[in-house]
């Protein structure tokens, strides 16, 4: 399947209320993957895990995260100059780059420190089990919007490293340029809402309290009863908590 991507412009009135609310209509968008035998969902830390594990539960697919954090750039550490996601993937917004005159020494310093703490959400989120393996699996790939989109195409990366099936995204919102740009690298892609006005995914809540890691730990707890008996070989790594 390539290329899917189904608009909601006039359905959603407004803003979501929280990342509950849009992991309900994003789960509503997404019904025909229910029940789909090798389906994995990974949500992104940690905004996207209150989003993704409302996907799992409606797709009865199981849930992991897969980490990935965002390079922001000098003095606005909210714009995404990139992101750094597991096995040594970087993606670089060159353009970002460019217009703010940002040289690699300083790329390569966030990128450190970026790095230093991904490691550590990995150790604390999984509390030592091993990430689920998503061989020959189809990966559905969760966050809570898409702004730059730099995170999700460092995920991507990272997860193509891995032998999947394929790479869906979903989103419940993202701006247009960084929604196609997704496109062109996941199998198939659905967002709930593709907006021109698009400049920070806060903005499209209601309630964008920042979510915990203690709320991601407990969430992703929760997902593990989430498998549905015939997914035994893609929820393999999760029995260790059983």
């Not at 390539?2 to 992991?23: E, Y």
């Not at 995920?155 to 869906?168: E, L, S, T």
């Not at 709930?192 to 806060?202: F, N, T, Y």
């Amino acid at each position: 399947m390539r290329q899917i991507l189904r608009p909601r412009r006039g359905v959603i009135p407004g803003r979501f209320r929280d990342r509950v609310d849009a992991g309900i209509a994003l789960a509503d968008l997404l019904s025909p993957f229910a029940g789909r035998p090798n389906l994995v969902v990974l949500a992104i830390p940690r905004g996207g895990v209150p989003v993704g594990y409302q996907v799992a539960k409606a797709l009865k697919s199981p849930l992991d995260v897969i980490v990935v954090r965002k390079l922001g750039s000098p003095g606005q550490p909210e714009l995404a100059m990139g992101a750094i996601a597991s096995g040594g993937v970087r993606v670089i917004d060159q353009q970002v780059v460019a217009e703010l005159g940002v040289p690699a020494s300083v790329i390569d310093r966030v990128a450190t420190i970026e790095r230093r703490e991904l490691e550590r959400r990995e150790r604390m989120f999984r509390a030592g089990r091993p990430a689920l393996d998503p061989r020959g699996c189809t990966v559905m790939l969760v966050d809570d919007g898409l702004a730059t989109g730099s995170t999700m195409r460092a995920a991507i990366a990272a997860i193509r490293q891995r032998a999947p099936a394929a790479v869906i995204v979903a989103v419940p919102v993202g701006a247009p340029p960084a929604v196609e740009a997704v496109s062109r690298l996941a199998d198939g892609t659905v967002c709930g809402i593709v907006s021109d006005a698009m400049r920070a995914v806060g903005d499209w809540y209601e309630d964008f309290t920042p979510t915990t890691d203690a709320e991601v730990a407990d969430l992703l707890t929760r997902g593990l009863a989430l498998t549905p008996r015939g997914m035994e070989s893609a929820a393999q790594a999760h029995t260790q908590l059983r």
